[in-house]
């Protein structure tokens, strides 16, 4: 199991309820890879939007996010943290 | 005040031990500019270090980032999250 960081970009204008409603979506179906997704917070202006999970891998991760329809631009393992 | 995530690349094969000594750096002046470093990801592999912290504006995270020496790539204001 790893923490994963996680950037989607282009979200420009995401709102709270659609923040919480691609959160819920994750959640709803992340057993089905291991993944959990802990927190994600979103920059509406500059449409950024960081999740941090644990699971087993980024292409778990990854998975969750494309069945819900919101693939992340980027994954990185973030072995280190403090 | 505002939560920021800010953004560091190319650190990397950043050490656990310089990541906590970045971050004990950031602390120990976080106070000049009401500033709080709450947590910090980093991915040695690809040199990306993620910063949450709390603060008056993303001028003023910076301004203690510069200070230590690690200027942020990126800071956004994260409005939102779950």
Known sequence: MGMYMDVHRGMT???????????????????DEGVHFQK???DPESGT??????????EAVQRIHERTGHAADEIHPVTLMV
Chains 1, 2 share one sequence.
Do not use: M, R
């Open 13 to 31: 204008g995401i709102t709270a309820d659609q923040l919480k409603e691609a959160h819920e979506a994750d959640l709803a179906i992340e057993k």
């Open 49 to 58: 939007v960081y999740c941090l999970s644990s699971g087993p891998s980024a």
């Open 40 to 42: 994600a917070w979103a």
